[in-house]
């Protein structure tokens, strides 16, 4: 059993930073793959980016690349998600996500992770 807590949302004017932290709780949170969504009101679950267990392959959303940086430390047991570049359009609820299934590829559809923190809210003003 895992459990994830995000953490380090909150409210940034537009083109400001915001550093998103997962902090997991499991020995085996390591070997998993990891990922952030997020969900804007009204709208569905989108996938922003990914990492491998290893940490050694990144993923993107288009919308993000370039503004967004995910990273882990295994150690710790956390995965950050380093937000720069902030647009209104970024608003949303972000969650990290878990997969324990371990993929051979690492996933980008909310489908295909099993384990899901509570959300952190990131508010962007123009």
């Known amino acids: 059993q895992v459990q994830l807590v995000e953490s380090g949302g909150g409210l940034v004017q537009a083109g400001g930073s915001l550093r998103l932290s997962c902090a997991a709780s499991?020995?085996?949170?390591?070997?998993?793959?990891t990922g952030w969504f997020r969900q804007a009101p009204g709208k569905q679950r989108e996938f922003v980016a990914a990492?491998?267990?290893?940490?050694?392959?990144?993923y993107y959303a288009d919308s993000v690349k370039g503004r967004f940086t995910i990273s882990r430390d295994n150690a710790k047991n956390t995965v950050y998600l380093q937000i720069n570049s902030l647009k209104p359009e970024d608003t949303a609820v972000y969650y990290c996500?878990?997969?324990?299934?371990?993929?051979?590829?690492?996933?980008?559809?909310?489908?295909?992770?099993?384990?899901w923190g509570q959300g952190t809210q990131v508010m962007v003003s123009s």
């Open positions: 990492i491998s267990w290893s940490g050694g392959n990144t």
């Open positions: 499991g020995r085996t949170f390591s070997s998993y793959h």
């Open positions: 996500a878990a997969d324990s299934k371990i993929h051979i590829l690492v996933p980008t559809t909310p489908r295909e992770y099993d384990y």
